[in-house]
């Protein structure tokens, strides 16, 4: 059975509900559905599975790790770890854990179990069970296993990522995050290192649909169902750069604004700036065209930006105008570490000028701001663990929630509650009166559904992060509130000197989007003035190791 890694290749198997744990087994690739029992060996070229313990299939329920060798299969359920022949299917006791044991891995004689609430990889010896030593899991969700050679590869559930590690230390060697949410399998090839090869993902969770019940007096109701489906992984780990880039994707993104002021305005004359997306590590803008109107382009501090001039827009005046953008964006997570920050260099003059400043309404003078920013770091020195060390502080006291405005940071840190924007506002004042350069990247993400491809998305909201700054380094990104997932933590760190492929990055330390009036006319606010519309469209999946041409 071919198991070659087409790109693109999304395999949803038939009559499958919940795939948690997947092997290959030589050519076969196998999964375990939790949710039935089963375990089904997969046609990726099909999407065909075929039963192959149909009368253990209870045996098996509820069971999560996957793990073949030498002709016998291993999988875990609850706290105990089993392991049959393929030949007659009859569970036999491995070992019975403390706590929950999620996945399990096998190489020669040696097997690995993954427990999140006990937070550690035990390592037995296949023949006497003895326990020989445990590493500290990577992530805080639930981890699969497989092994190749001398590495270990753990998928996380919460965290969006698969972590590499030494087989023989647990030494974390890279970690790249997943296209998908979720992942809950993980299948790598013998051959698989660091900078490439053969690894197959396992996605399973729910999503919310629309049911047609004509018995119901309103047919259409919101309900949730099982998806689950299989996607080859695809990365390259850039040691001199010190990233991992992973599956990319072709999108096109539209952006323009429908002028439909809510009261009669006459403006004369107006310049009206719109940023564009910008190219990065992660991110290659290969066109842009405008829409409705043409325009001028700028670069403002760096940055790409869309000029529309208008001589004179009259009352009930309408327009269409924006742009049109060709964009390759892809997962990408820094792999930089805590020790190497033990020593770094001092901040440039020209930035601590630009980026340790008061010019965004931080309240950076304000004295509950300045008491949290020196509570969020105490006395840790390291950059990166300051920085992580204020994010967790913000995410301990705000809760998201969307506000139709923006507060500052000593109101938001009274309120309790902040939206995207708020969160950056707040991670920016403190991580600025500590002495690190920061600033606001964004502006919006695409939807994020890589196998809904050639139809039109549009988001609901506009979305903010920032990027700071490492000196020696660069610029880190870091998302503002998306982690922050769990009351009291502990957190994520998948979106801490990373990004998903669904984010497009524009306007960094400078406005998306801003209008000029002449100085004698009345004030007049964007929102006022224009609607925006946003749309789009993924076109295909691209390879991360070079940029797609065609």
């Given at each position: 059975?071919?198991?070659?890694?087409?790109?693109?290749?999304?395999?949803?198997?038939?009559?499958?509900?919940?795939?948690?744990?997947?092997?290959?087994?030589?050519?076969?690739?196998?999964?375990?559905?939790?949710?039935?029992?089963?375990?089904?060996?997969?046609?990726?070229?099909?999407?065909?599975?075929?039963?192959?313990?149909?009368?253990?299939?209870?045996?098996?329920?509820?069971?999560?790790?996957?793990?073949?060798?030498?002709?016998?299969?291993?999988?875990?359920?609850?706290?105990?770890?089993?392991?049959?022949?393929?030949?007659?299917?009859?569970?036999?006791?491995?070992?019975?854990?403390?706590?929950?044991?999620?996945?399990?891995?096998?190489?020669?004689?040696?097997?690995?179990?993954?427990?999140?609430?006990?937070?550690?990889?035990?390592?037995?010896?296949?023949?006497?069970?003895?326990?020989?030593?445990?590493?500290?899991?990577?992530?805080?969700?639930?981890?699969?296993?497989?092994?190749?050679?001398?590495?270990?590869?753990?998928?996380?559930?919460?965290?969006?990522?698969?972590?590499?590690?030494?087989?023989?230390?647990?030494?974390?060697?890279?970690?790249?995050?997943?296209?998908?949410?979720?992942?809950?399998?993980?299948?790598?090839?013998?051959?698989?290192?660091?900078?490439?090869?053969?690894?197959?993902?396992?996605?399973?969770?729910?999503?919310?649909?629309?049911?047609?019940?004509?018995?119901s007096e309103n047919p259409h109701q919101l309900t949730f169902r099982d998806r689950t489906f299989l996607h080859s992984l695809q990365f390259v780990y850039n040691r001199e750069q010190g990233y991992t880039r992973s599956?990319?994707?072709?999108?096109?993104?539209?952006?323009?604004?429908?002028?439909?002021?809510?009261?009669?305005?006459?403006?004369?004359?107006?310049?009206?700036?719109?940023?564009?997306?910008?190219?990065?590590?992660?991110?290659?803008?290969?066109?842009?065209?405008?829409?409705?109107?043409?325009?001028?382009?700028?670069?403002?501090?760096?940055?790409?930006?869309?000029?529309?001039?208008?001589?004179?827009?009259?009352?009930?005046?309408?327009?269409?105008?924006?742009?049109?953008?060709?964009?390759?964006?892809?997962?990408?997570?820094?792999?930089?570490?805590?020790?190497?920050?033990?020593?770094?260099?001092?901040?440039?003059?020209?930035?601590?000028?630009?980026?340790?400043?008061?010019?965004?309404?931080?309240?950076?003078?304000?004295?509950?701001?300045?008491?949290?920013?020196?509570?969020?770091?105490?006395?840790?020195?390291?950059?990166?663990?300051?920085?992580?060390?204020?994010?967790?502080?913000?995410?301990?006291?705000?809760?998201?929630?969307?506000?139709?405005h923006i507060d500052t940071p000593d109101v938001v840190l009274e309120r309790g509650i902040g939206s995207c924007g708020e969160y950056v506002g707040l991670l920016l004042a403190l991580c600025r009166l500590n002495g690190?350069?920061?600033?606001?990247?964004?502006?919006?993400?695409?939807?994020?559904?890589a196998d809904r491809q050639g139809v039109p998305l549009e988001p609901d909201f506009n979305h903010v992060w920032l990027e700071f700054y490492v000196p020696g380094v660069g610029w880190l990104p870091m998302e503002s509130?998306?982690?922050?997932?769990?009351?009291?933590?502990?957190?994520?760190?998948?979106?801490?000197?990373?990004?998903?492929?669904?984010?497009?990055?524009?306007?960094?330390?400078?406005?998306?989007?801003?209008?000029?009036?002449?100085?004698?006319?009345?004030?007049?606010?964007?929102?006022?003035?224009?609607?925006?519309?946003?749309?789009?469209?993924?076109?295909?999946?691209?390879?991360?190791?070079?940029?797609?041409?065609?």
């Amino acid at each position: 059975m071919p198991t070659q890694l087409t790109p693109g290749l999304i395999v949803r198997p038939v009559g499958a509900y919940a795939l948690h744990g997947i092997a290959l087994a030589g050519e076969r690739l196998l999964a375990m559905d939790a949710l039935r029992g089963y375990v089904l060996q997969i046609d990726p070229e099909t999407d065909n599975a075929t039963l192959l313990n149909p009368r253990h299939v209870q045996q098996f329920e509820q069971s999560t790790g996957l793990s073949v060798a030498d002709n016998q299969l291993w999988y875990t359920q609850g706290h105990n770890v089993f392991y049959c022949d393929l030949d007659n299917w009859i569970p036999q006791p491995f070992i019975r854990l403390p706590y929950e044991a999620d996945g399990v891995a096998v190489w020669n004689a040696t097997v690995y179990v993954t427990s999140r609430k006990g937070g550690y990889i035990a390592i037995y010896d296949r023949t006497t069970q003895r326990l020989i030593t445990r590493f500290s899991l990577p992530g805080i969700g639930r981890e699969n296993i497989s092994v190749s050679e001398e590495y270990l590869w753990l998928c996380d559930q919460t965290e969006q990522t698969v972590f590499c590690l030494d087989r023989a230390t647990g030494e974390q060697v890279c970690s790249v995050l997943t296209p998908f949410a979720s992942p809950t399998g993980i299948a790598v090839a013998a051959d698989a290192t660091p900078e490439g090869g053969k690894i197959w993902i396992a996605y399973a969770d729910e999503e919310a649909y629309i049911r047609d019940d004509p018995n119901s007096e309103n047919p259409h109701q919101l309900t949730f169902r099982d998806r689950t489906f299989l996607h080859s992984l695809q990365f390259v780990y850039n040691r001199e750069q010190g990233y991992t880039r992973s599956n990319g994707y072709l999108l096109e993104m539209t952006y323009a604004e429908e002028i439909s002021p809510l009261d009669p305005v006459t403006l004369k004359p107006l310049t009206w700036r719109i940023a564009l997306p910008t190219d990065t590590d992660r991110q290659r803008v290969r066109q842009v065209q405008p829409v409705g109107l043409p325009f001028t382009e700028e670069i403002i501090n760096g940055q790409r930006v869309a000029v529309f001039h208008f001589e004179e827009l009259g009352p009930y005046e309408s327009h269409l105008f924006g742009w049109k953008a060709l964009i390759e964006v892809h997962g990408i997570k820094y792999q930089l570490n805590q020790r190497q920050l033990e020593r770094c260099p001092p901040l440039p003059e020209d930035y601590s000028q630009r980026y340790l400043i008061d010019d965004d309404e931080l309240a950076m003078d304000n004295p509950i701001v300045q008491a949290a920013a020196k509570e969020a770091v105490g006395r840790e020195t390291n950059l990166l663990r300051q920085v992580l060390s204020i994010r967790n502080y913000v995410y301990d006291r705000l809760s998201y929630g969307i506000k139709p405005h923006i507060d500052t940071p000593d109101v938001v840190l009274e309120r309790g509650i902040g939206s995207c924007g708020e969160y950056v506002g707040l991670l920016l004042a403190l991580c600025r009166l500590n002495g690190i350069a920061c600033r606001t990247v964004g502006r919006y993400k695409c939807p994020p559904y890589a196998d809904r491809q050639g139809v039109p998305l549009e988001p609901d909201f506009n979305h903010v992060w920032l990027e700071f700054y490492v000196p020696g380094v660069g610029w880190l990104p870091m998302e503002s509130n998306v982690d922050d997932v769990i009351d009291g933590g502990p957190y994520p760190t998948r979106f801490f000197m990373g990004l998903p492929w669904y984010h497009v990055e524009m306007g960094k330390g400078v406005s998306f989007e801003k209008i000029e009036t002449p100085p004698q006319d009345p004030p007049v606010k964007l929102g006022d003035l224009a609607l925006n519309h946003v749309r789009f469209k993924i076109l295909k999946e691209l390879p991360p190791e070079s940029p797609d041409q065609n």
